[in-house]
Structures are given as C-alpha cells and as structure tokens.
C-alpha cells in the first residue's frame, strides 16, 4: 500500500473500538499521514454479527484493517486467509460479565456448570468465556450457546431462555439497570488484523494515531462521552422494549468512559500460546502454524 492511498478500515460499533474513531474524527490518522476510511454497518441491518462470519473482510469487503477478538483472529486468519494478526487491541477498564436473573438460584460461577451461558459466536467471545468458565466448572460441563448480538443476548435473559448472558460495556451498564446480577468478570482481548497490503510504516503509523487517540480520551472522559453513549442510543433504536422500564437518563449518567491502553504490535509468543491453548481443545487445526497468522507486514510499503 503506497503512502496516501486510502486505507480501509473495519469499525465495530462497540466500546472497544471508539480510539479508531476517534482518532478519525479528531484527525489523528491523517496527522500520521493516512487517509483512513471507516467501514461501518448500519446498526439495523445487522442480525447476528456485525464481522461476516463465512466472508472475509480482507477479501471479500475490500477492507484493509480490522479488530476482532484475539482467539477469533487465529481462527480468521488461519482457516479464512483472512489478513494476518499485526497487533493487539485498547483494552484497559472493559471485562466481559457473565450476568444472570436474580431468582434464578445461581449464586456462584461453579453454579454455571450445564448452565446456558449465552454468546456471540463467530466473533472470539465463546473462546474468552469457554477460559473464564473453565476456571470453575468441567470444560465438559460448559454450555455456550449462540444468542447474537448484546441486545439479543439481554432480551433472552429476561424472557428465561438462557440462565445466563455475556456483556460487556456499556451494555453491562444497562443489564445492571434492568435488575440482572453480576456473576464473574473477566478480561476480553482483541487482535486488530491487516491485509497484506498493508506495509510496517503504514501499520506503526496507524497504531500511533490509534494510541493517540486512547490516551486523548484517558485524559478527559468526559469530552468523548457524547460518542461513548451513541452505542446504546444505537441499542435503543432496534430493542426499544429494553428500555421501557429504565430511567434511561439515569442510566446515561451510570455509564463511564472507560481508559484504554494503548495498542502494541502483535506479540508472536503470546499468540503462539493461545493457538496451543486452541488447538489443546479442538478449536483450530492442529496444523495451524503461528507463521501463516501472524504478520508478517512489509518493512517498509511499497
């Protein structure tokens, strides 16, 4: 990819990802000497996923860079030839939430043994809850199952179809106002994933600009708060019935900002392990190879 080209790159609507838009509102990519465009979704159009699970987005959308959940990302990249992972995400203050009803009788993670637990599949977020749980039940007696995005993930808890729901914020935020329990926390992680085109400079500029942006909203929350809440606004449109009973002002003023840690290049040891953790439970090949997931990107663009 040639320095000015335009690079494309894949936003997901959720808190994770508001530094990249950030950092294309406030001019931050441009300032590194990109032109980025921001390929988004409508919210409404949307039924299970937002990244296409049986199409790749390196491909098939033209897009040149992309974050999804770490476990995902080998998952893409080997059996989809789907980019190559080149770096990890801004995570700091954001775990996911295991929640549940509060008459339900589950009073502890090892109550979540045969429970169903729902998920997002085909996004990462059944790799991260399947380590979490596995820290308080039998692998065999872990139950995920598909129940979409958060919205569907909530409404499914209220109407008992599930005995339990991951989230993270700010729709944590909103399980919490509509009278469901806190359970287990734990941590999420995300890779971000390029296309071959795309070369180091190009990729060390867009983490700069990126890490930029985290850092500008660790400094003054409160400044970015207007696009933090546009997420559950988002929610509101396409799942009103979820907000009929909350005080959706208060529920506003409940939601923080969260801190984000700056993004780093990808770290080939630390993925090296999480593919054996894969592979230990069925969940890639075992002919999956680090070398053909893992960068490289060129050293300099062409």
């Excluded at 059996?79 to 939430?97: N, S």
């Excluded at 997002?120 to 380590?131: D, H, K, L, S």
């Excluded at 129940?147 to 808890?157: E, K, N, V, Y």
């Excluded at 806190?182 to 060390?204: M, Q, T, Y």
Aim: aromatic share 8%.
């Amino acid at each position: 990819m040639a320095r000015g080209d335009t690079l494309r790159l894949f936003h997901l609507p959720f808190s994770f990802a508001l530094p990249q838009k950030v950092a294309s509102e406030r001019g931050y990519y441009e300032a590194e000497g990109l032109t980025v465009e921001l390929v988004e979704r409508d919210r409404r159009t949307v039924d299970v996923k937002y990244i296409p699970a049986d199409e790749t987005l390196t491909g098939d959308h033209d897009v040149d860079i992309y974050p999804v959940c770490k476990w995902e990302s080998l998952r893409r990249t080997w059996r989809m030839d789907d980019g190559r992972v080149v770096a990890k995400g801004t995570f700091a203050d954001q775990p996911y939430t295991v929640f549940v009803r509060p008459d339900a009788g589950i009073e502890s993670p090892a109550d979540l043994a045969n429970a169903e637990v729902a998920v997002n599949r085909r996004t990462g977020q059944e790799y991260t809850a399947m380590r979490a749980l596995e820290e308080h039940v039998d692998p065999d007696e872990i139950t995920l199952v598909h129940r979409g995005m958060p919205t569907d993930r909530l409404r499914a808890l209220r109407e008992g179809d599930v005995d339990a729901v991951t989230l993270i914020e700010p729709q944590s935020t909103l399980a919490t106002h509509l009278g469901f329990e806190r359970l287990l926390e734990f941590e999420n992680h995300v890779g971000i994933v390029a296309s071959d085109a795309v070369g180091r400079e190009a990729l060390e500029s867009f983490v700069a600009a990126y890490g930029r942006a985290a850092r500008a909203i660790n400094a003054e929350p409160e400044a970015f708060r207007e696009e933090y809440l546009e997420m559950l606004e988002k929610d509101r449109r396409v799942a009103p019935d979820l907000f009929e009973d909350v005080d959706v002002k208060e529920l506003e003023r409940s939601v923080s900002v969260p801190r984000y840690d700056p993004p780093e290049l990808a770290d080939r040891d630390e993925l090296t392990a999480h593919l054996e953790w894969m592979k230990d439970r069925d969940l890639i090949d075992e002919a999956a190879e680090i070398d053909a997931i893992v960068g490289p990107v060129g050293e300099t663009d062409a």
